[in-house]
């Protein structure tokens, strides 16, 4: 019984799928060392563009990840950075010309640099660009959002999956930690949307983290109520200050979708690794 337990567990591994989000900051201090990291070979990496970093840099980060890491960067695409549509379609151009053409579209940080309010608005401008790129991501709210109710999170992912074409669209969730949420998202909006059938899902997660940086993101950042209270609790049972991940919710989630239990196409796991990059793909191995 052991033995196929074991051989259970590792079949499921040997299919999941496993990307991680570093920033340009971490990735050029590698490439400034020489350094290619071999975890990182056939990956998705997803780049993130801080307020902090340049397009220029963003750039270099995901096309160091592309020639020297073997890697298959998706950059963020963070719509108050940018002016207009122009600046918007130099920037993919840009990425197109050292071989990216995976993207995620999220508002971004402070105020609008122009036009562009949102994520809505730039998910427009890039409806018209769709040769110019192979996917595109938006943002999923399974916990909900502090300042917007399900419903409106519902309907909005629904009509950006249906501004791309087939095959284009894809969503990440925002860092859960409980498996039902997911499940409890699945029931609500994939098994009653006919519309978003096969849309491709990564399940955003944690990496091997302090619960105590975990609770300041997550109040940064306007997590929703209950993942805040789920924090709570998992810091009063957690005392010594170990690190924290999300191992339960991927054995749950991998039991799930490998036994049909849910109805949302999940295409694997997506660990924000804070930059620790080492302890999250020795997680990964492990988990």
């Known amino acids: 019984i052991v033995s196929s337990t074991r051989f259970f567990w590792a079949s499921l591994m040997m299919t999941t799928r496993w990307a991680v989000e570093v920033t340009p900051k971490w990735v050029l201090s590698q490439a400034s060392k020489g350094l290619v990291h071999p975890g990182l070979k056939g990956k998705r ?40 549509g122009h600046h918007v379609s130099d920037f993919i151009h840009r990425l197109a010309e050292v071989g990216v053409r995976d993207h995620f579209a999220i508002s971004g940080d402070g105020q609008p640099s122009g036009e562009i309010k949102d994520s809505v608005d730039l998910l427009k401008i890039m409806h018209d660009m769709q040769d110019t790129f192979d996917s595109i991501g938006f943002a999923a709210y399974p916990d909900g959002h502090a300042s917007m109710s399900d419903a409106t999170l519902d309907q909005a992912l629904i009509e950006k999956a249906e501004m791309f074409n087939p095959g284009k ?24 949307t006919p519309e978003l059938d096969g849309f491709p899902v990564w399940v955003g997660i944690f990496g091997p983290v302090k619960l105590e940086f975990m609770r300041r993101l997550s109040q940064r950042l306007g997590f929703s109520k209950a993942l805040d209270l789920e924090i709570v609790e998992r810091e009063r049972a957690n005392t010594d200050g170990k690190l924290h991940g999300s191992d339960d919710l991927v054995r749950e989630v991998q039991l799930l979708a490998t036994t049909g239990k849910l109805c949302m196409d999940i295409r694997g796991f997506q660990v924000s690794t804070f930059d620790d990059v080492d302890r999250s793909l020795t997680w990964i191995n492990e988990v």
């Open 45 to 84: 990496v997803n780049v993130a563009f801080l307020p902090t970093q340049s397009e220029n840099n963003v750039v270099q980060a995901c096309r160091f990840l592309k020639e020297s890491c073997l890697a298959k960067p998706v950059c963020h695409v963070p719509a108050r950075k940018f002016v207009d």
């Open 169 to 192: 669209g894809f969503a990440v969730t925002q860092l859960c930690l409980k498996t039902q949420s997911l499940v409890s998202w699945d029931e609500r909006l994939f098994k009653r």
